[in-house]
Nanobody
Framework: QVQLVESGGGLVQAGGSLRLSCAAT????????MAWFRQAPGKEREFVAA????????YYADSVKGRFTISRDNAKNTVYLQMNSLKPEDTAVYYC??????????????????????WGQGTQVTVSS
């Protein structure tokens, strides 16, 4: 059974940093894009960052561009989200996601939630002012 397990969330002061990890088990995700989304209380889930299976293509939401970096280690079936210069508005539950594989090529890194088939349980990130 496919599982995605996020870790690394927590409480941090504004301006601080956190590194989220998402480990995938159940199959090899070497040819699947991976992404991070987040959902704040009372708001809809929103796209944060995505990375192609090659790691060459990355996309970011405008709100995190220049502050967050997505990366992956295919040998470890893990995707990371390095978050710097955190702001109170970054407070949310962060989810990682991936697809069943085979939907796209080396540059495929969708930004829409419905492109992804598997989701983690989420990790809470709270940024205090």
């Amino acid at each position: 059974q496919v599982q995605l397990v996020e870790s690394g969330g927590g409480l941090v002061q504004a301006g601080g940093s956190l590194r989220l990890s998402c480990a995938a088990t159940g199959r090899t995700f070497g040819r699947s894009p991976m992404a991070w989304f987040r959902q704040a209380p009372g708001k809809e889930r929103e796209f944060v960052a995505a990375i192609s299976w090659t790691g060459v293509i990355t996309y970011y939401a405008d709100s995190v561009k220049g502050r967050f970096t997505i990366s992956r280690d295919n040998a470890k079936n893990t995707v990371y989200l390095q978050m710097n210069s955190l702001k109170p508005e970054d407070t949310a539950v962060y989810y990682c996601a991936t697809d069943k594989g085979g939907a796209g090529g080396a540059a495929y890194a969708p930004r829409m939630a419905d492109a992804y088939d598997y989701w983690g349980q989420g990790t809470q990130v709270t940024v205090s002012s």
